[in-house]
């Protein structure tokens, strides 16, 4: 879609729990335009490197892994699908082992110029609210709107910890707390495209906010 004669290029980025996805989710729809996961891509690669038993401290051969794969991300009526070389990944990207290994892919620098490229190919088609952790710095350095969703770390933990307890996992909070505290710590201090807020980014702390107000927020801003 065409935003007021423009293409639209809406950036959320943020640490992992503070409602990213949902948010942009219901902020694309809200909008009209269409939706990109980034994470969701690093995810994909991750789960491929895992089944094809890839070493994944070689960046090389990450890089090779990469270059032989095609990861697509459809907004179809039922959701978002998410397509590793042709076969719906949408549901195994999102186990634990994945997202726990998911930081081999996110550190190589070599893999992230490639993600980069597939990510402004991918949102430059059309207007697009793309969430991630550097797509207001350097997927889309000028972007329309960029927003940078934050939440304290316990906030952010219970929430994960709530979403687990409601898929029937036995967990204890203090392990989820402690989850999110390390992958805070491998996005904040990534040598490449580390979690950061742009310059010109909108902060918004959804720490007390429902997802509603956050995306009403996001769209009177636009
Ligand atoms: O948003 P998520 O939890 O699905 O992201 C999975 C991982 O991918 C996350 O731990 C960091 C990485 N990631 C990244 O490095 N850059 C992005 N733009 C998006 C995600």
Redo the contacts with the bound molecule.
Sequence with gaps: MIYKGQILVVTI?GP??AG??TIAKKLAKALEVSYL???????AL?LKAMRESVNMESEDDLIALAKRTVIDIENLDCGVKVFLDGEDVSQE??TVEV?NN??Y???AAGV?SI?VEW?REMGSRKSVVI?????GT??FPNATRKYYLDADVEERARRRYDELIAKGKEVDFSDVLNDVKV?DE??FT?KV?P?KKAEDAVVIDSTKMTIDEVVEEMKNKI
Excluded: C, P
Aim: hydrophobic content about 30%; aromatic content about 6%; overall charge positive.
């Design positions: 980025d992992a729990g990213k996805s996961d980034t994470g969701a891509m690093y995810r991750t990207i999102r997202t998911t930081f892919i996110a550190r992230r993600m990510q969430e991630g952790r550097d797509v350097v997927v992958r491998k996005d990534r495209g979690l």
